[in-house]
């Protein structure tokens, strides 16, 4: 069986927010902000109680959003997510075991790597479309363009220290499908219930891309 591809889901919406929810109560209005300021792709990641009922209220409530679930790094994590509405997966990095689940899953994944034989050995498994996590610990834009020349028909999604000031250089780089990152939902504004300074940060991710 095919891999599901994610391209289509990140070519809608380049920038991704990559959301810690800790309170579901708060994954609703997160959303509806976010959308709001044209970001409509979103990752839920699965490091906190909230984050599968968060997908859930999501997924249910808000439904010019595409929910992903992030953090997956157990293949018990596939279906639960997928259960509460995920429609797509990403890990920060894929031990063999989770990258044969993942190519397995009824919906797209992006599947971590941070080098490039994890990057091969999910090209073998039928990914195109990788996580490239941590980008900017592990090379950031100069590793992406020196992979892009051995591996040309790899796409990236690079997350890890990406922000507003960056954005840009990354989405240029022809071997990259979107970025992802925490910086249009800072912790301290979704604190604070501040969802106008969320949308103001998202429009402006938005329009790096245009
Ligand atoms: C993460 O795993 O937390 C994401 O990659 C976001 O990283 P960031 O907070 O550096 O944007």
Request: net charge positive; with cysteine; aromatic share 4%.
């Amino acid at each position: 069986m095919a891999v599901s591809d994610p391209l289509p889901l990140l070519a809608k919406c380049p920038v991704v927010p990559v959301l810690t929810i800790g309170d579901a109560k708060k994954a609703v209005p997160l959303a509806q902000a976010l959308l709001a300021g044209g970001l409509g792709t979103i990752e839920v990641t699965l490091r906190t109680d909230a984050a599968i009922e968060a997908i859930r209220l999501i997924s249910q409530n808000v439904p010019g959003t595409i929910v992903g679930a992030g953090t997956v790094t157990r293949s018990s994590d596939i279906d639960k997510a997928i259960k509460a509405g995920a429609k797509y997966l990403v890990s920060p990095g894929t031990p063999a075991e989770l990258a044969r689940a993942l190519a397995a899953a009824s919906v797209p994944s992006i599947p971590g790597c941070a080098s490039a034989s994890e990057a091969m050995a999910l090209a073998d498994l039928g990914f195109r479309t990788l996580k490239f996590f941590p980008a900017e610990s592990c090379g950031g834009i100069s590793w992406l363009k020196s992979i892009h020349g051995p591996l040309p028909d790899l796409r990236f999604c690079p997350t890890g220290g990406i922000d507003a000031k960056n954005a840009a250089a990354y989405l240029a780089l022809p071997n990259v499908a979107a970025v992802g990152g925490s910086w249009p939902a800072p912790a301290a504004a979704v604190a604070a219930g501040d969802y106008a300074r969320i949308t103001n940060l998202a429009r402006e991710a938005k329009a790096v891309r245009g």
